[in-house]
């Protein structure tokens, strides 16, 4: 049920930046998702049609780019992929709370269609 | 006659935006923290699977330091009213928050149940999130501690298969430790797992059924306590 609420989020984030007459004419809505952010991309996007069709969003696609965990050791400063949710660096083997990447969701770009006029000719 | 050319075309124009979905919770969870400050409460997220024991620790909890702390719980299910009553009977406010299917509890719930709460001379608020190991994990309440209950008859491996929760996780308690001889749970390995992903979580063995373990958790309670009072002090000078 959690996709839910995400997919309530992602509305009323855009509702918050953009005037309302641009709603319909976003086309696409582009997430990144941490592995730590416990969502799932592929139902995020499947739910995202069906939550949107009797709103100003129902011409608008979500996609969703996965985002690795990515963290920084705190004794040697080097950064290293976190694999099997071990939290500790390969180097020098200290355990670290400093998470650079995985826990995103967040929208960073939105393609919005500005309408050509429907031109007269004589 | 007047041709119309409706071309199928518009401009596709690229907004590079940074948008955080979580960031209305984050502010209203940092509402949450200051009114506590201001009010000097310890407010405490419990957060585990169903049926680990949320509700019975907080009614031992509440037995052994009812006379010394003034507590009040805010207790999240999907539906009922039942925990709410059962902490009620120890003689303090309970408010259960029905959140009618949601998967666990927002800052914005807890913001709205707050008036309905009297919260003078109130020294810990118990949040009894919703019984689930996933979601809850990414909805900050405001909270001084993220209490993460284990119970051992749940197995020892879930800090590996719940990450999330035990990155975001304080304290550690593994209960219903009075099954320990009956149920291969091994202390030393769920401890070793949830250490590799946050190596900053504490743990507490406890039984609230027979009480082992108790007076160590209510003595860290009155501690943490303690240690934001000075903070709030502090913090005034």
Known sequence: ?122 | MQKLTNKPVGTLKVHDVSLNLLKANDFVAEVIRDEMKTKNILLINLVSSPGSGKTALLEETIKILKDRVNIAVLVGDLETERDAIRIRKHGIQALQIVTGGTCHLEAQMIKQAMPSIDLTGIDILFIENVGNLVCPASYDLGEDLRVTLISCTEGDDKPKKYPSMFLTTDIMLITKSDLLPYVPFSIDAVIKDAHEVNSKIENYVLSSLKGEGMDEWCKFLVRQLNLKRKEVLTDAI
């Open chain 1, 1 to 122: 049920m959690h996709e839910v609420s995400i997919c309530q989020s992602i509305m009323n984030t855009i509702q918050a930046e953009f005037e309302a007459d641009q709603l319909p004419n976003i086309r696409e809505i582009h997430l990144k998702v941490g592995i730590l952010s416990c969502v799932q991309p592929q139902i995020l996007e499947h739910m995202f049609k069906y939550m949107t069709i009797d709103s100003p969003f129902k011409d608008a696609v979500l996609y969703t780019e996965n985002v690795d965990v990515l963290a920084e050791c705190e004794n040697c400063s080097q950064s290293f992929k976190v694999k099997n949710y071990q939290f500790i660096c390969p180097e020098c083997n200290t355990p670290t709370s400093k998470i650079i990447e995985g826990k995103e969701l967040e929208i960073y770009k939105i393609i919005l269609e500005e309408p050509a006029y429907a031109k007269v000719d004589q």
